[in-house]
């Protein structure tokens, strides 16, 4: 099709395309023209996006976001971050005591969108358009610890990123950033891989949330009714191996249920969930 055929949404998302195309190539350079193409490019992006924006204001967010959308979300969290922001160093030393840190304020604030394990497997996640980012991918990665503090802080309008800045502290936002850089080392466990067993109890009760058991079950009088009441746990004199076999199989351990496996979940996940159930057993002791 001619130029001159085209829609103006139909050239603006050529542009964005072949724009996005060259930004994404020379993200994977590494190399310093990552800065001068972004900083080159960045007012007359900002007026294209604008423009863009105001194109797809109609789009509803039940649909899949098509190819100019997702690149433009993905270009925003680049473009949108002042270059002076990019001069702050992380205070915080790089070691194991902060990543853990770090990964009890990942579990409380990002774990919801994003997963455990930093992939933004969850519900939640995979129902944002565009989805929540994968936080071990290498466009994530690519961002310096001043970059990831600023979108942290600041979050990126139209993509789903909320600002932290009234939430969490320039401490826990630095500690979130180390957390996040260490997220490709921890592998598939993700923040689960560092977490302390005192905090397996804390950590259980975000997944009961985060997995919706809620839903379903009810929990010291709160939650649904379809499924067992799980305040009595300790009447049932469950041990924690079966619990765990359970979450992976109900219809193996309970003929006839209708609960629905936790095939998303690790086994230190797991282990975590049961232990905050087991918990409430022992709480009421």
């Not at 980012?133 to 503090?149: C, G, R």
């Not at 979450?247 to 095939?263: E, I, L, R, V």
């Amino acid at each position: 099709m001619p130029d001159s055929a085209k829609t103006c949404r139909e050239l603006s998302t050529d542009y964005l395309l072949h724009v996005s195309d060259n930004f994404e190539t020379t993200c994977s350079d590494s190399t310093p023209k990552l800065r001068v193409m972004a900083a080159g490019d960045k007012l007359t992006l900002r007026l294209f996006l604008g423009i863009l924006m105001s194109l797809t204001l109609s789009c509803t967010s039940h649909k899949s976001p098509s190819k100019a959308e997702t690149a433009l979300a993905n270009m925003a969290k680049d473009l949108v971050i002042p270059m002076e922001a990019e001069k702050r160093a992380n205070p915080l030393p790089v070691n194991d005591n902060v990543v853990q840190q770090g990964q009890r304020v990942y579990l409380q604030s990002c774990a919801l969108c994003h997963s455990a394990d930093g992939h933004g497997g969850t519900n939640l996640g995979r129902s944002m358009n565009p989805p929540a980012m994968d936080l071990t991918s290498p466009h994530v990665q690519h961002w310096n610890d001043a970059e990831l503090f600023w979108i942290i802080q600041n979050g990126v309008r139209l993509t789903g990123m909320p600002s932290w800045k009234s939430t969490l502290s320039e401490t826990d936002t630095w500690k979130l950033v180390s957390l996040i850089h260490n997220l490709p080392r921890l592998g598939a466990e993700g923040p689960a891989a560092v977490q302390p067993q005192g905090d397996l109890i804390a950590y259980g009760k975000i997944l009961y949330r985060q997995e919706g058991c809620f839903m379903c079950h009810q929990l010291d009088g709160e939650g649904g009714k379809v499924g067992p009441d799980l305040t009595v746990e300790e009447t049932r004199g469950r041990t924690n191996e079966w619990l765990v076999g359970h979450f992976k199989n109900p219809p193996a351990y309970t003929p006839g249920s209708m609960m629905p496996a936790f095939k998303n979940l690790t086994d230190v996940q797991l282990r975590a969930l049961t232990e905050f159930l087991q918990h409430q057993k022992e709480h009421k002791r």
